[in-house]
């Protein structure tokens, strides 16, 4: 499961470097905060990144703990979940929120705004059928908007139904009154978060290479022009 022990300069680490983009002081910044939050222990489990302290409010705290476990997101062709991870598993998904660099060709930076906007796609397409369908998107919003107390369900059901139906007609311009749309693929998640500049709102802030701070920013919750809830960040750091 990729446990490691090594140090910085050892072969895994120029390996990961290579895979993740991360440089070498920045994996071991990683490494120490992925050994606190598994306890010196060669593998992390849910219940582990269930301890943080930011997800204990937190209304996508299972998506967000999932993610890391969702092996469509260890830059592999695999499906499906696992029950842990190694500090391998846990580099790569924390790659998704690595910034650009300032050297990158269009291609690299298009590349990496593909590769976030899959993460959050799969972060919410639960049943990885392909599509975020109605109740997947449903059970998001109404757990955003009903957690806080200032809407009931049956309200934020109304507003999950009502910016689906925008995004329906986003995604397939006209629809006939017989037509039914199945759900958000892919295709059109790219289509309606196009102008949202995801680079800047899922990032990792290195606050201090001499320690293990570590800042990790999603920015809040994100939103697309169209009312479609995405992500509500949460904090990995000791920030």
Known sequence: MGALQSLPDEPEYREFTEKTGFSFEQIGILHKRFKQLSHNEDTLRRADIDTIPDLACNPIRTQIIEAFFDKRN???NGDGTVQEIGFEEFLVVMSHFRPPALNMTEEQRENIRREKLRFLFNMHDTDNDGTITLEEYRHVVEELLSRSGALGKETAKGIADAAMLEVASISMGHMEPD??????????FLKILKDIEIETRMNIR???MDTTTLCKEVGGTLIGENGLVLMT???LSYC
Do not use: A, K, M
């Open 206 to 208: 290195f606050l201090n």
């Open 233 to 235: 960040g949460v904090d």
């Open 179 to 188: 037509e039914f749309y199945e759900g958000i693929t892919f295709e059109h």
């Open 74 to 76: 260890f830059h592999q």
